[in-house]
């Protein structure tokens, strides 16, 4: 069973920085793409960013050049680098990968479980 493991997340001061990272751990052939959400408190859940085994990367506009989504394809790991955070950037971000083959079986979505962001003084 492939599972999503998450890390980096804490309490930040506005305008800091946080690097987030996910990890799946199976033996994987291939997922198509892998990304980061988010949910606010009172929010449903939003997309922040995406990335393709490609290399091609779709962000949220609120992202606004603050935020960087990188993969390492060898180690089925995303990275999500956060810079010039604001308050209403807190909110528990969730790793997600999509269409991944693995030997035994394929699955269209798979979620992390999530790890928290504060951004507060």
């Known amino acids: 069973q492939v599972q999503l493991v998450e890390s980096g997340g804490g309490l930040v001061q506005p305008g800091g920085s946080l690097r987030l990272s996910c990890s799946a751990s199976?033996?994987?052939?291939?997922?198509?793409?892998m990304g980061w959400y988010r949910q606010a408190p009172g929010k449903q859940r939003e997309l922040v960013g995406t990335?393709?085994?490609?290399?091609?990367?779709n962000y949220a506009d609120f992202v606004k050049g603050r935020f960087t989504i990188s993969r390492d394809n060898a180690k089925n790991t995303v990275y999500l680098q956060m810079n010039s955070l604001k308050p209403e950037d807190t909110a528990v971000y969730y790793c997600?990968?999509?269409?991944?083959?693995?030997?035994?079986?394929?699955?269209?979505?798979?979620w992390g479980q999530g790890t928290r962001v504060t951004v507060s003084s």
């Open positions: 997600n990968a999509a269409r991944v083959e693995t030997p035994g079986r394929y699955y269209n979505s798979i």
């Open positions: 990335a393709t085994t490609s290399g091609i990367t």
């Open positions: 199976d033996i994987i052939k291939s997922i198509y793409t």
